[in-house]
Every structure is written in structure tokens, then in C-alpha cells.
């Protein structure tokens, strides 16, 4: 029972050794293990008394709540495979997703299914819609049949489909800056490995107590609960509404770990902590992007006991790489070096390996690999492909090709094999001869300590190829003197880093569904 190979087994296998230690809070109410685990059982056991075959898709659009959980869980005990939906998406982004997947289930609760009612109709492959809560009423929907959340988990017992490591577990959609979001398609071996490798980086141990602050459809979100229920420990779900909200929840909850975005460590470095929280936040973890110098020394300062960690990973490959602590004093610019059981390589475009310093494509291969994005050949032979012969690891005698990811992010490795991004590729600005990262803008902007939030990027110009437009947020409470913010600029940058122009807007900056700041949209309204 303790053997993990499977998504649900996480969960199975903690309620096996300890069926009374606490697993999930959410909203002041708490459940064990063996409550979970019996939840997730139950769950299963409905979804196969509707017919659900063996890699069939249930959507779950739900905000982050016990059934959200349960529901991912229990999908893949049935054997399917489960979708994530970002609550914050609306009826025509939701019905997207639906469609795209082929999704045969949706749970969710009325007053979700309400506003999704008429773009459902044209879901055709959905057949069932399981509605949380205590709705009495019964909403009819051509071609599918609703079931309350209660009646599927008062199912006689029945063990799901047989399914290995190697099968999909779950569909995951991108944010889709440009064009329509890509499903990227996790297998159990994906998922189950990803939460064993940061669980042993991290530490993290049965009196951990995560709190699960980013969406569940984000995989570093939905990370916060297999890490935690590989480790036998707790997870507090939480859906705020502002940062405060976010320091409450980890006094109150005596979180000893929280994992976040860059927008909201931002935030969160602006706002007064209590004391409390340090005494008892092991560690902070930053994903999604690169964390500013100057916010990571201002957490730094507030939370001189608790350890941070700086990570880098894609949807593509769950994680990639985690700076220890220890170095982060001495190169809090760098994103580390690979994450247990996974290699990060350095590649020219002809396939071989980078000099130390010499720029190159992060590529990807190992276990933590995904199967490609769901129906999409064309953006599958994109970003998944073999790896040269002449990659490290692989040997001449290997007939098979080995399919690894590449990130499209350029980086370089310095002379200790630690890594430093540089940016994507699709976001290097090109001007007056030169290439310039976007981050590298930001991170200079950001030690001004002169805006709150900033985005950089390139927009076109007859001469230079591309100017540097920022657009920028006054801090908190103060206001933006964008003559003062170009002058800190002249004097830290070299000429042609300097910005073009300074947008200046009222805050936040607009988000993407995984709480990252959007510059792409951004961009393009500014170009529009």
C-alpha cells in the first residue's frame, strides 16, 4: 500500500500510514486522511457508475474547495484523466477547454452552471454534470444527464479502471497569451515524480503545513497538494482576494511553507508582516518567473529564519530547477541547478552543448517530461523532440529517440553548473544591435524601488528596430515620477536599455490566469 506510482496513491498511501493526520483545510473545516481518502474512493466509485472509460476527461470548475480536490483525486482512482478549470475564466473560455478535451464530465456547482448553461449546449461529447451543494432542483441540459455531488458519492464501492504510470492523468491548459490556451498532457509517472523530487528539496515532512495560494490549474498550484499529500502533510486552501488576506491565512493556519508568483511576492514584500509568521514559515518558494532582487531582499529582511527558494519550471516539465537557500545570498540572480531526478541542458540551435557562459535553449529531458499538448501535432513537434545523439546522457548504442522538451528560454550555465535566465526567446527585445531581456529592464526598474509593479518590452521603431516601453504602477499608497524613474534608469543602465517611454497606470497590472503579469497583453494593447 505504501508503493506511489500512481496520482491517488499520494493520498492512499498517507491515509495507510495515518488515517487520523490532518490533510486539508479549507474554510475552517478540516479533514484526515482516512476521510480523504475514502472521499476520493467514493468519488471514483461514482464516476465509474456513470460510464466514465478508462482516459476519459472529467472538468473540474470549481473554485479552490474540498470537491476540487476530491474530484481531481477521485478521476484518476476511476482511472480517468482530470482538467483543471481557472475559476476566474469565463462561459466562452470554460466551453473551449470542454470542447477541446473531448471532457465527458464536469463537476462544478449551480451557480457555475448557471452562467455556463448555454455554451454547454454545444459541448457535444459531455454526458454528465455533477453540481456541488444542497440544490434540490435538477437544471436540464440537452444531451447530458445532472447528479448532485451527494448521490455521486453515495455509490456502492468499485474499483476504477486499471491504469500504469505511464497513462494520462491529467490535462492541464496553459494561459494562452497568444491564441488559444494548449492542453499540456501530464502522465501519472509526470506527476507522482514531480511531487517526490520537490518534497526532498524542499524538505517537506507530516508537520508541514502548505498553503495552496495559486490555482489548482496552475501545475506549481496543483504541486502544493501532491508534494504536501506525498509527505503525509497538511494543505490550507485558500482563495483571497487580497495579499492581506494571504498574511492572515499564514498566521492564523501556522503555515511552514508557501510557494507563490512573482506579482504577488511583490505585493506581499510591500505589505507590514506580523511577527508570528516567522517563527513558524520554513521556507518561501518563488515560481512562475523571476523574482526581483529587491522584493527577494525585502522578504528577506521581514523573514530573516525562513529559507527561500528560487525555482524555474514550465507546464511542458513541472520543474526544472531550485536555487538552495544557501546560495541564494551569493547568486540571488540565478535559478539554480536541476531539481532532483530531471537534466537541464545548455543547446546551440545544431544540437550541442553550450560553453559555460554561452548563451543557449534550456532543454529538458527525464521522467517530468509531459506527452505533448492534446491534440496539437503541429505545436507538439514545436516544443517536444528528440534529443540530438550527441546530447549528454544519451549513448550511440540507444535505437529509440528520446523525446525532450525544449523551453524556448535562453539561458546560460556559469563555470559551477549554475544556471541564469535570459529571457524567451519570443520576448527578447531587438534594439540598436542588441539583445535585451525584458526581466533584466524589470529587475533594474524594480531596485528603483520607485514603482510597485513594471513590464517591459519591445515596440517597433523605423530606426532602432524595436524601442523599450515600460509600463509601471506608482508603490503602494505613493505616486510614480517618471522623470525621477528615467533618471535612476540613465544612471544604472546603458544607453540603449533605457526605456523609450514610461507608461504609468494605476494598479494592479493585469494578470493571466495563473496570476503571472501579462506583458503580452499588455504589449498589445499598447501597440493597438
Known sequence: MNATSLLHDLVLASAHRAAEAPALAQAGEGFDYGTL?????????????????????VAVYLDKRVETVVASFGTSAAGGAFVPVNPILKAEQVGYILRDCNVRVLVTSPERFALLRDTLADCHDLRHVVLTGETTEH?????????????????????????????????????????????????????????????????????????????????????????????????VLLNYLLPRDVLKALEREQVT????????????????????????????????????LDTLNRLRARLPRTRPYLMYGLTEAFRATYLP?????????????AIPNAEVLVLREDGSECAPNEPGELVQRGALVAMGYWNDAEK?????????????????????????????????????????????????????????????????????RLVGECAAFGVAHDTLGQSIVVVATPT????????????????????????ARIEVRDGPLPRNPNGKIDRKALSSDLQH
Open 139 to 235: 437544471p436540464a441540459l440537452p444531451g447530458a444527464a445532472i447528479q448532485r455531488w451527494a448521490d455521486l458519492l453515495d455509490t456502492p464501492r468499485h474499483a476504477g479502471h486499471r491504469v500504469i504510470d505511464t497513462d494520462m492523468a491529467a490535462i492541464l491548459y496553459t494561459s494562452g497569451s497568444t491564441g488559444r490556451p494548449k492542453g499540456v498532457v501530464l502522465s501519472h509517472r509526470t506527476m507522482v515524480t514531480g511531487a517526490k523530487s520537490v518534497a526532498q528539496y524542499l524538505g517537506n515532512h507530516a508537520e508541514d503545513t502548505l498553503l495552496a495560494a495559486l490555482p489548482l490549474s496552475f501545475d506549481a498550484g496543483f504541486s502544493q497538494l501532491t508534494t504536501a499529500f506525498h509527505a503525509g502533510a497538511r494543505v
Open 380 to 448: 507538439t513537434a514545436e516544443r517536444f523532440k528528440p534529443l540530438p545523439p550527441q546530447a549528454p546522457g544519451r549513448q550511440h548504442g540507444l535505437m529509440l529517440p528520446e523525446i525532450a522538451v525544449f523551453s524556448g528560454d535562453t539561458v546560460r550555465r556559469d563555470e559551477d553548473g549554475f544556471l541564469y535566465f535570459i529571457g524567451r526567446r519570443d520576448e527578447m527585445i531587438k534594439t540598436s544591435g542588441y539583445r535585451v531581456s525584458p526581466t533584466e529592464v524589470e529587475e533594474i526598474l524594480y531596485a528603483t
Open 325 to 337: 537557500p544557501e546560495e541564494a545570498e551569493r547568486r540571488p540572480d540565478s535559478i539554480g541547478k
Open 37 to 57: 481518502a475514502g472521499l476520493v474512493e467514493a468519488c471514483a466509485a461514482g464516476l465509474h457508475a456513470l460510464g466514465l472509460a478508462r482516459g476519459e476527461r
Open 476 to 499: 503602494a499608497g505613493g505616486t510614480l515620477d517618471t522623470a525621477a524613474l528615467l533618471a535612476e534608469c540613465r544612471s544604472r543602465m546603458p544607453a540603449y536599455m533605457v526605456p
Open 257 to 292: 511553507g508557501l510557494t507563490a508568483v512573482p506579482p504577488l511576492w511583490i505585493q506581499l514584500a510591500q505589505l507590514d508582516w506580523p511577527d508570528a509568521i516567522g517563527t513558524h514559515l520554513r521556507y518561501i518558494a518563488n515560481t512562475g518567473g523571476r523574482m526581483p
